[in-house]
């Protein structure tokens, strides 16, 4: 399939993000965790202020030592067992503690795995909606990326950074309460102390983001090249590109390497600086503490409430470096987030068709109605708005092209003026060199693109108003490049009809000429396939394709290039499979290997997008055009 142009097949780099944008992009990943598990992300965030609310206590409890209880015992109007009975309290206070921490932890294990299990339901889901086109623009490894390494960033971001900024701000909150209660003067210096370290936080964290995007996106390349390397290998090794490769893996691993050290650089700058701003900030309110304590006409008690106040200064700055910290995880995650959301907002498919492809069967009054089961007829099932009827009319296999102009891109025209058609059971066949068209064809006759300018009519219906799954459903394809999945023969003989019987794919197989050497296998038709069935040869691979094909009893075929991959010897025993599969269909075929089309209807010859000649082989020699320079040759190269 021939690739079309576009930002290049690892990816355009993604702009910077303005705050707006992460803030919208925060605001989305909490949706995807409310829209399933808003009441356990509630029950979480109670459990957090619980918890935190059971660890201040040690704060206050440090307090009313010092103020309550040493000065209460020394004038023995307290006892050793009241001082008992409070660390008692304060004990039970803390178990609490621990037990929120821990339902706060199971919980979110629940919500982070199966907010993770939705994403990727959602990727995959989208992702089958997309057209070819997103695909041939998008380096494979690239997308697969997206799948592991930036769903992983989002599930930090859920399980860990989002749950410590929380815990973090009502740490804040509720010892800002306690701060101010104690003492307010001191809570004004801490407050001007810790605003620095947030300025310093905040330039560190926007020169850190920036670094972050451009990490997760030099990752994805670099997933991108090493998928490409390893289904490629075999041409690496036959060219002898070895090194070659590995100097365009070391070019692109080193641009991951420096935009991550550089993301690293200022993002572990952050930890120490706000650390030793948090110890300057505890030794001047110390300082300012003993000050007012030296001055107070009760210094004992005012140094109970300092020991507890700066307790809670720790506390307070604690969290405010804790959240900076946790800012360059955010900062990656909201890298992966984008790349994530940029896969799910890719515009889907566009399908405005409605006319659909139904079994059908005849009534005893000779019309034609739609059918509940397989019955060997197929009928396009045409509604029509104006008066709400709806009418069936037989697939005949009728193709019809009209002045078709088409380009990947608007500034590269592909085909020009193509117009052909081809009657319900004929075989008409592409023939031209490299590039002249003949996939691109094909491609328009499924809707994998849409054309720019004319119209294409399958049985007289404009294509663009039958659906798009039931025109590929009638269309059954052998493409040259055979793809096969993790199953068993059956099962990939089964693709091409999944509610097909054991003997309906059997008979398939025969019919492809594929039954004798499936028999041969380790395990018969239940051989499980691997790699995209490396344990198989390339002709068997495509006799299997073929036989795919066969089972799902199309209407039309379309075989590109489909016995490209197979010896001579073997070609003619498909052959006889593949004229009894095409036998009463509509058949293009798209072939270098001229033999293979000699029975043809008609023989299309394509060169730069055009049709430059037409007819039968005979026809076609006769006229000694192109057709007959490529036929003799082809002939010469045989002989």
């Known amino acids: 399939m021939m690739r079309g142009p576009g930002p290049g097949r690892r990816g355009a780099p993604m702009p910077p ?41 040690t704060s206050v409890f440090t307090e009313e030592l010092f103020n309550i209880y040493i000065p209460g015992i020394k004038a023995q109007t307290l006892t050793f067992n009241d001082l008992g009975m409070r660390l008692l309290k304060l004990a039970a206070v803390l178990l609490i503690g621990v037990v929120c921490n821990y339902v706060q932890q199971r919980i979110m294990l629940v919500i982070t795995q199966g907010t993770m299990l939705r994403v990727r339901t959602d990727l995959f889901t989208h992702m089958q909606s997309l057209p070819i086109k997103y695909f041939d623009t998008h380096a494979h490894g690239d997308i697969m990326s997206i799948y592991t390494n930036d769903v992983d960033t989002m599930r930090m971001l859920i399980g860990q950074s989002f749950i ?28 001007v102390l810790i605003g620095l370290t947030m300025i310093i936080s905040g330039k560190l964290i926007g020169l850190s983001g920036k670094h972050f995007t451009a990490q997760q996106q030099n990752l994805g390349k670099l997933n991108g090249y090493v998928e490409e390397m390893m289904s490629g290998q075999k041409v690496v090794k036959v060219f002898c590109h070895e090194e070659k490769a590995l100097e365009q893996f070391k070019q692109l691993n080193e641009s991951l390497r420096a935009s991550a050290h550089e993301a690293n650089r200022w993002a572990n700058t952050m930890g120490p600086i706000n650390n030793n701003l948090g110890h300057i900030a505890y030794v001047i309110c110390a300082m300012a503490g003993a000050a007012i304590a030296i001055g107070s006409a009760e210094p004992l008690t005012v140094l109970g409430t300092l020991i507890a106040f700066l307790q809670l200064n720790q506390r307070f700055s604690q969290p405010i470096t804790q959240v900076a910290q946790q800012m360059n995880s955010i900062v990656m995650a909201m890298a992966g987030a984008r790349r994530v959301f940029a896969l799910l907002d890719a515009e889907p498919e566009k399908d405005e ?29 045409h509604p029509h708005k104006a008066d709400g009827t709806v009418t069936y009319r037989k697939v005949e296999g009728g193709v019809t092209f009209d002045d078709v102009d088409f380009g990947y891109t608007d500034e590269k025209q592909v085909l020009h003026n193509i117009s052909m058609y081809a009657m319900p059971g004929q075989k008409i066949a592409f023939v031209g060199g490299t590039g002249a068209g003949k996939t691109t064809i094909t491609n328009l006759i499924n809707r994998f693109y849409d054309i720019q300018d004319g119209k294409i009519r399958y049985d007289d219906i404009n294509i663009n108003k039958i659906r798009k799954a039931d025109l590929r459903k009638s269309l059954g394809m052998v493409l040259q490049d055979t793809h096969l999945f ?15 019987t054991d003997e309906e794919c059997i008979a398939a197989a025969k019919l492809a000429n594929a039954d004798s050497f499936i028999r041969k296998l380790p395990d018969g038709y239940n051989t499980m396939l691997t790699g995209d069935g490396s344990n198989l040869s390339q002709g068997q691979r495509q006799l299997l ?16 290039e489909a016995t490209s991959s197979i010896d001579t010897r073997t070609e003619t025993l498909v052959q006889r499979g593949m004229d009894a599969l095409m036998k009463g269909r509509t058949t293009f075929v798209i072939a270098h290997r001229l033999s293979t089309v000699k029975n043809s209807d008609c023989i299309m010859v394509l060169e730069q997008g055009r049709i430059i000649e037409r007819g039968t082989h005979d026809q076609l020699i006769e006229q000694q055009g192109k057709y007959y320079q490529l036929y003799t040759g082809n002939a010469i190269q045989q002989a």
């Open 353 to 381: 068709g409605y006319v659909e492809l139904v079994n059908a069967k005849y009534l005893p009054n000779g019309e034609l109605a739609e059918s509940e089961h397989r019955t060997g007829i197929w009928a396009w099932k």
């Open 486 to 500: 993790t199953g068993t023969v059956l099962d990939n003989i089964r693709y091409g009809k999944l509610d097909a």
């Open 17 to 57: 993000m303005s705050m707006k944008g992460q803030w919208t992009l925060l605001t989305r990943v909490m949706k995807l965790v409310m829209k399933h598990y808003a009441v356990q992300f509630v029950v979480v965030l109670a459990c957090i202020f619980a918890a935190t609310q059971c660890m201040l206590q």
């Open 545 to 560: 394709a073929i036989a795919r094909a066969a089972v799902a009893d199309p209407p039309c075929l379309i075989l590109d």
């Open 164 to 191: 410590q900024v929380f815990n973090s701000l009502i740490t804040i909150i509720s010892t800002f309460y306690l701060m101010v209660t104690m003492s307010w003067q001191l809570t004004i210096l801490s407050i």
